[in-house]
Nanobody, 124 residues
Framework: QVQLVESGGGLVQAGGSLRLSCVGSGRTFSTNAMGWFRQAPGKEREFVAAISWSGGTYYADSVKGRFTISRENAKNTVYLQMNSLKPEDTAVYYC??????????????????WGQGTQVTVSS
């Protein structure tokens, strides 16, 4: 069984920054892609960013150039650095483990484990 625990959410003003962390336990995930998703009130959960087992990255158009995903396999940890935050970034952010390693130009999620989520609120 895999457990994913997110941290780092909070309240920030527009233009500010936050760094989310996700620590995995139970099994290592060095050969899996990892991702971040978010869900705003009244909306469906959406893809934010992913990182392949080899470090390749994928981003939603809405966060490209502002967010950076990274991973430290030795610590079973994935990060999401969020800069230039906007009120529309307000959501619960979820860490996720992909069943596969991810490769190629496009990312197609196949999630087998989710974290419990961390709230990010951006005030205007």
């Amino acid at each position: 069984q895999v457990q994913l625990v997110e941290s780092g959410g909070g309240l920030v003003q527009a233009g500010g920054s936050l760094r989310l962390s996700c620590v995995g336990s139970g099994r290592t995930f060095s050969t899996n892609a990892m991702g971040w998703f978010r869900q705003a009130p009244g909306k469906e959960r959406e893809f934010v960013a992913a990182i392949s087992w080899s470090g390749g990255t994928y981003y939603a158009d809405s966060v490209k150039g502002r967010f950076t995903i990274s991973r430290e396999n030795a610590k079973n940890t994935v990060y999401l650095q969020m800069n230039s935050l906007k009120p529309e970034d307000t959501a619960v952010y979820y860490c996720a483990r992909d069943r596969g390693p991810a490769s190629g130009l496009e990312y197609a999620p196949s999630i087998d484990y989710w974290g419990q989520g961390t709230q990010v609120t951006v005030s205007s």
